[in-house]
Each structure stands twice: as C-alpha cells, then as structure tokens.
C-alpha cells in the first residue's frame, strides 16, 4: 500500500512538473508573438497575471491587458490613467480635468516618491506596500478598465522604503507620464480642432463659448483662463482708451 501511495503521489508531482513546463513554453511563445508585433513600442510585461503596456508615440496608439488577451487602441480612447497604491488613488490624468493632485496620504517626491507616507508633525507615517498597479480607462464598451500591477505581495507587504519598490515605482512612473503625455497630446490636438471663437462675435458670446468648451472638458482650468484673458485684454485696453 505504501509503495502504490509514493508512485501516485511522484505521477502526479511528474504530471505537475509537465503541465507547468507546457505552461511555460505556451506563455514564452505568446511572449515572443506580441514583442515581435509590437518592436520598438515603450513596453511593460508584467510578472503578475500576464498584464502588458506598450505604447507607441508615432502612431499614437497604444495596447493594454494582457499577454493573450489585449486590446489595440487610439489616443483617443484613452479617458484616464491613474496610479494606485494598495488601491487607493495617488495621482491621476483624465481627458476633462487632466492632472489631479496627489491623494491625502501621499507625496510624489520622484521614483519613490509615490510610496512616501504623509508627514505629521515631525514623524513620518508608516505604512505596508502590498500592491502597486496603474489603472487605465478606456474607450471600450467590452472592457473599460484595466489595471496592471507593477508590485504585489500578499500578507504583511513590505516597509515604503523598501528596496524592493525602487525599480517597480520607477517603472510605474515612466508609464503613467508615457500615458499622461498621450491625453494631455490628444486633448491639445482635439482642442486645436474645435471650431475658433471668432473676434467678430460680442464679447459676451465669445465669453459663452469659451465656457462650454471648459464645461465640456475640452480646455483646461488654465488654457480657459488663458483664453479668457487674451479675450478681455484688448477689451479692456479699447476701454482705456
């Protein structure tokens, strides 16, 4: 009897061994397809559940999911990017607000940055790293968001300063500006499409236009102020006058 339990128990470490073999072999060839179809492309592969990035600046196009199963898209269809540490939101870039502010709780000070606890007082928050992912949203009815890790751990995590997170954080940041450079990009490209406010209009009109496009996120916070601006001021100097 215990001879029949150590030879099932080897077949099956043996059928383990090559299912894990095949596994791999299957994953190395999905591996080589997509750099093959995807050369010269900025490229993440994650190490957790297959994910991938990669973004191409010329033809303005990019790919996110995973290994075996990605989605190709435009610019255009890029509506946020945002990055998260142990789920929660630490910085973000959309289409109608563009960049958001760190979260509380966080400071972006370069590559670690990101991992730094908020200060109270003189003393440095502590706090656990398990898990840093960057989210992206897109504009796809099939599968609109996706998020890729770059760190995780289970369980106790690990400490912020970590050494660990050094090149995960740094890898993180490079791909979160590559996105956010591809919407701010795109949100200038659109916003240079949108019909120009002619001077003939009444300053009034010009003045609720340049609204609407800021309501429906088509100009910034600062490209509406700048435009307000240039509107008002020969206005105001033909009044001086």
Do not use: C
């Not at 200060?119 to 398990?130: A, W």
């Amino acid at each position: 009897m215990t001879v029949l339990i150590a030879i099932i128990v080897i077949m099956f470490f043996l059928f383990a061994l090559a299912g894990a073999a095949q596994t791999a072999k299957q994953n190395t060839a999905e591996n080589d397809t997509f750099m093959a179809a995807h050369k010269g492309w900025d490229i993440y592969a994650s190490p957790y559940e297959r994910g991938v990035l990669a973004i191409n600046q010329e033809l303005r196009k990019a790919v996110v999911g995973k290994m075996n199963d990605y989605v190709d898209i435009a610019w255009s269809d890029l509506n946020s990017v945002e990055i998260e540490k142990n789920g929660q939101s630490v910085q973000q870039t959309n289409r109608g607000s563009q960049v958001m502010g760190a979260a509380v709780g966080a400071v972006l000070l370069g590559p670690l940055g990101l991992l730094v606890g908020g200060v109270t007082g003189s003393k440095r928050q502590k706090e656990r790293i398990n898990e840093l992912s960057l989210k992206l949203l897109i504009d796809n009815n099939k599968s609109p968001v996706h998020r890729i890790r770059f760190f995780y751990m289970k369980k106790a995590g690990v400490a912020n300063n970590s050494i660990l997170l050094k090149e995960p954080a740094r890898r993180l940041e490079h791909f979160h500006a590559l996105f956010s450079n591809a919407i701010k990009n795109d949100h200038r490209e659109t916003f240079d499409k949108q019909p120009q406010i002619g001077s003939s209009a009444s300053l009034e009109d010009r003045l609720a236009k340049l609204w609407e496009l800021r309501q429906a996120g088509a100009l910034t916070e600062i490209e509406f102020s700048a435009q307000k601006s240039a509107i008002l001021t020969p206005n105001k100097k033909s009044l001086e006058s």
